[in-house]
């Protein structure tokens, strides 16, 4: 028999660096045969709000499961609320953890906490770093199965030679800290005056303001696309050989992910689950945030050694392939049919 899915979420297609899975993922599930309806679409806080909880009211005679991405910021608690009508109207339902800065969340709201992730059917952390965390709060009704990519969709393109063109993937906010970016850009074109780097993503804060004033005052070499649908910054990347992810707070990003497939260096503050996704000088290299001094170095050694960027390149590669939705579908179905 057919399961019948209710997906909740921020489904905004047209900016693919706002937090959503739910389009890839809503679309993986219809393939394996399950009839899924999603919510929502819509930009505006509160009427996404009504779209997602009068979907529940209106299907929860037929409906068998409810999947809810679950985030650290104002989106927990319209996952918190979306939990409390599914529990209203005895609906299971699973929320799918996101985001670096839930721990921080279920530490600071405990009472809603365990309501949302204490009564759900499972909870589903996409790494190690959110499953321990979750695990040492008490939450046993865990466990892990990672953000899926279609690996057809990231094309391993080898490298021979690096040289300081770096890529950064991600929204303009100030805990995505992209002014480190262009600082450790700043100080690769001491020694490389022809440094580029290309930032994709869209403006979330004014942080983008801001790394336009720094770009024009140092006169550094570097382009701005606003935001990109996944297909164009993955044919972009063709361009690169460095991706930087320079985060303060980060759990596993897709965008790492997709990174480690297209065969790009990944250089990346070690935060939140950063040192579970990429084993340092081995498929990817970590540094200290806020430190983009030793970024610069550390992009300058790949350069200067490029054996050591070719074997972590395709050390990643072979990483990933566990993240391929091929790898990842039967651990969902298990799940889903239980």
Known sequence: ??????????????????????????????????????ASTRSNKALRLIEMLGLIVRYHKTTDIVLIDTYGAMNFYYAYLVAKTCQAY??????????????????????????????????????????DIFQAEGFYNTRIIPNAIQMENYPFKKREN????????????????????LEVLLMLKKDYPDAELCMVGPDKDGTMKTCKKFAKKHQLNLK?????????WARLSKNYDFFINTTNIDNTPISVIEAMSLGLAVVSTDVGGMPVLINNNSDGVLVPVNNAKTMAAEIDDLIKNPEKAISLTGNAREKVAAFSWENVKSQWNRVLNS
Do not use: C
Request: no cysteine; hydrophobic share 40%; glycine share 6%.
């Open 224 to 232: 701005f696309t606003g935001k990109l649908k996944k297909k164009d």
């Open 162 to 181: 690096f040289k300081p063109k770096l890529l950064w993937v991600r929204r303009f906010q100030k805990r995505y800290n992209p002014v480190m970016a």
């Open 90 to 131: 005895k609906v299971d339902y699973i929320p799918i953890l996101h985001g670096g800065n839930l721990p921080e969340r279920l530490r600071a709201n405990i009472k809603y906490s365990k309501s949302l992730f204490g009564k759900a059917k499972i909870n589903i952390a996409p790494s190690e770093f959110l499953y």
């Open 1 to 38: 028999m057919t399961k019948s899915i209710l997906y909740i979420g921020n489904d905004l297609q047209i900016n693919s660096f706002t937090a959503t899975y739910i389009s890839f993922f809503s679309k993986m599930l219809r393939k394996e045969g399950y009839k899924v309806k999603t």
